[in-house]
Each structure stands twice: as C-alpha cells, then as structure tokens.
C-alpha cells in the first residue's frame, strides 16, 4: 500500500510557473512508476505525464511537451511536476499516481494502469 499526498497547487497567472509535489509513503518508492493526470470541470481525467521508478525514462501528453517537466527523488519518496508557461487551459485538479512495478523498466499512461491515487491539488491559471 502507497498513500499519495499532492500539494503546490495555486492560482497562478497566465505565463507563470507551479511547482507540484507528491508526496509517498511506503519503503519502496524506486519500485513504482509515477504518474500525473488532469481534470478540467466537465472534462474527462487525462494524461499529463509520467516517469519510471528509476527515473530514466519519461512519457509526456502532446499538449504539455516542452512546457511540463517530471522528476522524482527516491530518496525523500517524491515526484514533482514543473509547469512553465501556464495557460488557462492548463486549469485542472492534478493528481499523483502510483503502479507498483518493481521489474518494469518503463512507463504507463493510461489511468487504469495505476493502482493508487491522490486526493488531487487545484491547479488554476487566470487569463
């Protein structure tokens, strides 16, 4: 079992940077693959990015190529999102995922590949 605890959110203009963290619990952080993802009001939950539980490899949605950057920190169990460049369609609650994958060297991008979630963090950009 993995507890994940979102914060960094804000409201933030357009243009501007958020920092998102997750926070894990648990003694064997290396072992899962981390995973953010989006819901705008009336929109479905979607990709924003992922990263492998070494770190070496990432996966990012089109829409935010360029502009989001994963990582994550093994060692203090933490995963962070650096958004630049905000827009206000970046508006959204964002929230950390976790699947469990000790052997799996990639990443997952599809919501039901993971196992455990946050309670999410209100991400808002003003135009």
């Known amino acids: 079992q993995v507890q994940l605890v979102e914060s960094g959110g804000g409201l933030v203009q357009a243009g501007g940077s958020l920092r998102l963290s997750c926070a894990a619990s648990g003694r064997t952080f290396s072992s899962y693959v981390m995973g953010w993802f989006r819901q705008a009001p009336g929109k479905e939950r979607e990709f924003v990015a992922s990263?492998?539980?070494?770190?070496?490899?990432?996966k990012y949605a089109e829409s935010v190529k360029g502009q989001f950057t994963i990582s994550r920190d093994n060692a203090k169990n933490t995963v962070h999102l650096a958004m630049n460049s905000l827009k206000p369609e970046d508006t959204a609650v964002y929230y950390c995922?976790?699947?469990?994958?000790?052997?799996?060297?990639?990443?997952?991008?599809?919501?039901?590949?993971?196992?455990?979630w946050g309670q999410g963090t209100q991400v808002t950009v003003s135009s």
């Open positions: 995922a976790a699947r469990n994958a000790p052997y799996y060297g990639g990443t997952y991008y599809r919501d039901y590949d993971y196992n455990y």
């Open positions: 990263i492998s539980g070494s770190g070496r490899v990432t």
